[in-house]
């Protein structure tokens, strides 16, 4: 069993890591060999929306997922969690890896086809609206709800990555992405299929909900 990162960091400013995190991990610890054959030793680009804490970046760096030639992108609209990634990586001497914590609004700093490797532990609690992003640093509050409230049926954020996922990839790209029951992921993986191999990675119950992790590829032609 992999080790999990260690994090210290203000978990009022923070979401703090819990089961949908930790299912994370576990997914990407069950594919670390199929990441590895896929990418051999090549340079691989990891980017991982909403970092959060930092904790599945400061993973993926300990393990030098997928090789040992990769570099990595956090990226985060909320700017308290740029800082906690940064820290996280430093506490667990990941700091000498190629690091980069942008404060974006999901993908919109990246270049069309840069991504290896896409992770996503999105907002994905059901609300009726998403909050406007503050404008400044210190509305915590809000900045912590768009950690978790994903919109109508927790999933406008999230149908935002999948919809712009064929221009996020790299030809050879894989993303990991996170839903829960009430997400329906079962029709969303069905509604994907003709573009996509889309593979259940881990699933588990956690408290009243049911989350899961989906590994989504390219089909050959």
Not at 39 to 45: C, G, M, P, R, T
Not at 150 to 165: C, F, P, R, S
Not at 200 to 220: D, I, N, P
Request: aromatic fraction near 10%; hydrophobic fraction near 40%.
């Amino acid at each position: 069993m992999l080790a999990t990162p260690y994090v210290k960091f203000d978990y009022e400013k923070v979401y703090e890591p819990a089961e949908d995190s930790f299912l994370l991990l576990d997914s990407l610890e069950k594919d670390q060999s199929y990441l590895a054959k896929r990418f051999h030793d090549q340079l691989a680009v990891v980017c991982e929306l909403g970092p959060g804490s930092g904790i599945v970046t400061t993973f993926m760096m300990q393990n030098k997922m997928p090789s040992q030639n990769a570099i990595y992108f956090a990226l985060d609209i909320n700017p308290w969690a740029i800082q906690a990634t940064e820290d996280t990586a430093k506490r667990n001497d990941c700091d000498r890896i190629y690091l980069e914590p942008i404060q974006s609004n999901l993908t919109s700093s990246l270049r069309h086809s840069e991504v290896d490797v896409l992770l996503f532990n999105p907002p994905y609690v059901p609300a009726e609206t998403i909050p406007d992003i503050p404008e400044t640093k210190d509305d915590i509050d809000t900045w912590l709800d768009l950690a978790l409230v994903g919109g109508e049926n927790g999933m406008k954020i999230t149908q935002l990555v999948l919809d712009n996922l064929n221009s996020t990839l790299t030809a050879n790209g894989v993303a990991y992405i996170l839903f829960c029951a009430r997400n329906k992921p079962e029709e969303i993986v069905k509604s994907m299929t003709s573009l996509w191999n889309i593979e259940l990675v881990e699933h588990r119950k956690a408290g009243w909900e049911v989350l899961s992790v989906y590994r989504f590829s390219r089909k050959t032609i």
